[in-house]
T-cell receptor
Framework: DTGVSQDPRHKITKRGQNVTFRCDPISEHNRLYWYRQTLGQGPEFLTYFQNEAQLEKSRLLSDRFSAERPKGSFSTLEIQRTEQGDSAMYLC??????????????FGNGTRLTVT | AQTVTQSQPEMSVQEAETVTLSCTYDTSENNYYLFWYKQPPSRQMILVIRQEAYKQQNATENRFSVNFQKAAKSFSLKISDSQLGDTAMYFCAFIIQGAQKLVFGQGTRLTINP
């Protein structure tokens, strides 16, 4: 168990640029989750995958956001035309079996995005 | 709407003291799990303890225990014999049965002073 890995740890970008984050879950975990955490707040759910299928998306995930998990392993989260309001910590988590209700989530260290 | 409220933005205690963090939640569901997660300065969120709503007995994990009051929708965390390594943000969260989405509170920043 090497843990959930996220890359990069920090990303600074200018408004209007596109950014992509990567998450490598624990290898045997079939469920993968993305959360967003703004300063002073708790994480907010963005989306989740079971294997390669994206099964739920939050209203927070506007059409500028897209997430993929092409082979049911790693996942990417892309933000197009970034806005200053996108500045946040983006957390990835994974879970085995039937998912978050039955098995606690394992979180990565997050990617901190700053949009200038 | 399902919400979690942590009314203490910050707390500070001396090492070895006992501290209690408060959490209330709102849901119309009957079956759910409640969690306390810890987020140290290194940022990785770690599960501290969890409680199934149908269990009346309060969960305990070493120095960590909860006081679960289902009727009051209250779920507080007690840390006994606090240690410097307990310094972190603590988040209360819950998930309803069959769902995949955790709902988190705003967090409590806990500082343990030497």
């Amino acid at each position: 168990d090497t843990g959930v890995s996220q890359d990069p740890r920090h990303k600074i970008t200018k408004r209007g640029q596109n950014v992509t984050f990567r998450c490598d879950p624990i290898s045997e975990h079939n469920r993968l989750y993305w959360y967003r955490q703004t300063l002073g707040q708790g994480p907010e759910f963005l989306t989740y995958f079971q294997n390669e299928a994206q099964l739920e998306k939050s209203r927070l995930l506007s059409d500028r956001f897209s997430a993929e998990r092409p082979k049911g392993s790693f996942s990417t989260l892309e933000i197009q035309r970034t806005e200053q309001g996108d500045s946040a910590m983006y957390l990835c988590a994974s879970s085995p079996g039937q998912g978050a209700y039955y098995s606690p989530l394992h979180f990565g260290n997050g990617t901190r995005l700053t949009v200038t | 709407a399902q919400t979690v409220t942590q009314s203490q933005p910050e707390m500070s205690v001396q090492e070895a003291e006992t501290v209690t963090l408060s959490c209330t939640y709102d849901t119309s569901e009957n079956n759910y799990y409640l969690f306390w997660y810890k987020q140290p300065p290194s940022r990785q969120m770690i599960l501290v303890i969890r409680q199934e709503a149908y269990k009346q007995q309060n969960a305990t994990e070493n120095r960590f225990s909860v006081n679960f009051q289902k009727a009051a929708k209250s779920f507080s965390l007690k840390i006994s014999d606090s240690q410097l390594g307990d310094t972190a943000m603590y988040f209360c969260a819950f998930i309803i049965q069959g769902a995949q989405k955790l709902v988190f509170g705003q967090g409590t920043r806990l500082t343990i002073n030497p």
